[in-house]
């Protein structure tokens, strides 16, 4: 089941078009409520959804392929920001979920225009990107606190997480990754 090249494009563009109220939305939910983790500055978080967002939408479009490890590494990246924050393993995975309802609420109406084929062709492959995406998510998550772990003989240790300046110089590497693919377009 395939949708075509143009349906491809229209989606895309409908989820960028989307963007902006999407973040804005995602990232207040987030805001409100995780109270109880490590505070990371609004616009880090802005700009790690974006990313994420970025890659789902490129996932859907001509370069699907191209992305995907760069969506890997942005969802292991994810999972670490997220263990430095402060949040359990099942946050994480609620916080990518939203992601998903987010889409089904503003893309969602979008896909029951379009012929059944080619709108479940696009549900399953954007289903697919955000359970991979969750599942490394994950991975990235406990690979965090394993390093902890060491790094204290056992004992965590609030200092030795990532701190802002290597989340943002990741960022930049994996957003980099992304400028490089969609150059190419």
């Known amino acids: 089941m395939r949708a075509s090249h143009p349906t ?21 939910w987030l805001m409100a409520r995780v109270s109880s983790a490590t505070p990371m500055p609004r616009p880090t978080v802005e700009r790690e959804l974006q990313l994420l ?3 789902v939408v490129e996932s859907v479009g001509p370069l699907r392929r191209m992305v995907r ?6 969802c292991e990246h994810y999972g670490r920001f997220s263990a430095a924050r402060g949040l359990a393993a099942g946050e994480v995975v609620e916080e990518l979920q939203y992601l998903r309802e987010l889409l089904i609420r503003r893309v969602g109406p979008v896909l029951t225009g379009l012929r059944p084929r ?10 697919t990107t955000l359970d991979k995406g969750i599942a490394v998510a994950v991975a990235g998550y406990t690979d965090a606190l394993v ?9 965590p240790a ?3 997480a990532l701190d802002q300046h290597d989340i943002e110089k ?9 400028a490089a693919l969609v150059k190419h377009r």
Do not use: K, N
């Open 8 to 28: 491809l494009l229209t989606v895309g563009r409908l989820m960028a078009e989307h963007r902006e109220v999407l973040i804005a939305e995602w990232a207040d």
């Open 147 to 155: 390093a902890t772990l060491f790094t204290q003989s056992g004992v």
């Open 170 to 178: 990741q960022l930049e590497q994996i957003e980099g990754e992304l």
């Open 118 to 127: 080619q709108a479940m062709a696009i549900i399953l492959r954007l289903s």
């Open 158 to 160: 609030p200092d030795s």
């Open 69 to 74: 490890e760069v969506w890997h590494h942005a």
């Open 53 to 55: 967002y970025d890659l």
